[in-house]
């Protein structure tokens, strides 16, 4: 429930502080005093639609705390934790509105949008006034109130979840049958690409190690190019060694002629013979050792190239081929067990479907019974609040082929105001103030049941006097025995029901310059004379406080 209301700089209120507590508390004054601004103020702080023109003149923004204490498992709590705020303790709403008309929110000082405030506020407080009909105007609403009332809301959850249930397998067959469809129509193309890479057979790292191996032979190309190059400088055709060897042939057959020249000439040619002897057999060894095989390069080139030309055309790295060959097969195995598998499907969406059927036909049941007992707890209301007339009911109709996750029937209250009128939506027949009771004699009987834990009543009894406002006080009085409530009202015979009396008030501030807006608690005779003047007007009079006594004491 609502705790404390705390308004700063809004319009005509300075700064004001209100403790709330269980049951009824009215709110009184004469018109003009600000019961309209105090509302406003608080309904800004529920979420309300932000305005700069609320904020005081000369003020930079004003500010509205609203405080509940709450259950702990509240839903209001619940939205709260979705936003990852601490729900601890107290509930406290501040809305920050500034002149420019910019706005900020918080929840327990933490910084929300306006939407997460408006939904924790819907949770907390509902505001009802005789021109106020959004509390009713949303048959989706209506639904649920019967829902409430006949305490039908888990087998209303279990209808849900069995659609939630149907709607999936309905999804997952539809599924299924598009990947089979789009399987058959590239049957053909799939088994040719799976044959394709079953022969090309692609394995992970494949590319990597043929990348290196090709990279090597390369070089061991070059490098047995050079070697053989060498090899036919030192032994080939263009050879020194039969030159050489001439030479030295000649110069032997010299040397006894000049031994001294010759003999260390003969030498260094028989030192020049050997050497390049030696580089031959070294050359050829090497030759031997290099191992160069031109076809296996061209192999390793071709599977290379091969697998590269495959990644190409199937627009994958050379890596997932084998992914790729596997999903084709799975691909090709799915198209062969579909029929299968759509079967197992069909017969899962037919029982999901049967089952949420079931639970819609045991909600429509079990709603039809609510809503006669509803109509007639409601009908039963009616006369002390002058619709005796008047009758209430619950327009249902059965739409199975359009069940949704709501069930499958469309549920609004209708009224017929007068003996002999047409029936028809409450919202259309009803006249303002016929619209604020059949609100009210709803709140009555759904009590606790489908309504936030404050119920704010703005004049709903405007308009009626004598016993139909008497019946509204008694009314608000039961109501306030399972919830908050707060009414404003212009109607003694309500405001002498209530367990505390706020008196709202305009008078002259800054020395006359301005007007301002207070609230006063009203006990004992401060709140004898409030009642009094409400019956008698400006002159209060001894029959007026003598009637007001009569009131509070409910003898009258």
Partial sequence: MLVQLA???IVLIDRLELEFAAGMTVLTGETGAGKSILLDAFSLALGGRGDGALVRAGQPQG?????????????????????????????????????????RAYVNDQPVSVQVLRAIGRELVEIHGQHDDRALADPALHRRLVDAFGGLEPLAESTRSAHVQWRHAERLLQDEREKIELARKEADYLRHSFDELSKLRPEPGEEEKLAGERI???????????????????????????QLSGVLRRLDRRQPQAPALIDPCLQALDAALNALDHAQQVLDQALRDARFDPRELERVEERLFALRAAARKYGAP?????????????DLAALDAGETRLKQLEAEREATEAAFRKSC????????????????????????????????????????????????????????????ARPGPMMKVASGGELSRFMLALKVVLADRGSAPTLVFDEIDSGAGGAVADAIGQRLARLAQRVQVLTVTHAPQVA???????????????KGARAATSVAPLEDRHRLEEIARMLSGAKITDEARAAAARLMDGTE
């Fill in 7 to 9: 308004i700063r700089d």
């Fill in 63 to 103: 500010q509205i705390t609203a405080v509940f204490d709450l259950a702990i498992d509240h839903p209001a709590r619940q939205i709260a934790a979705e936003q990852e705020i601490l729900v601890d303790g107290d509930l406290i709403l501040r809305r920050l509105q500034l002149a420019d008309g910019r706005s």
């Fill in 216 to 242: 090597a032979m390369q070089q061991a190309e070059k490098v047995f190019g050079e070697l053989r190059d060498a090899q036919d400088t030192v032994s080939g055709d263009g050879s020194p060694l039969a």
């Fill in 318 to 330: 050379v890596e997932s081929l084998s992914v790729l060959a596997q999903k084709i097969a799975d």
């Fill in 361 to 420: 036909a045991a909600l429509s049941k079990a709603r039809k019974k609510a809503a006669s007992e509803l109509d007639k707890a409601v009908n039963a209301e009616l006369p002390p609040l002058k619709l005796a007339d008047a009758k209430f009911s619950t327009e249902i109709t059965l739409d199975e082929a359009s069940a949704s996750a709501d069930g499958a029937e469309k549920l609004e209250f209708w009224v017929q105001t007068n003996p002999g």
């Fill in 496 to 510: 002498a029901r209530a367990e505390k009396h706020l008196r709202i008030s305009k008078h002259l501030a800054d």
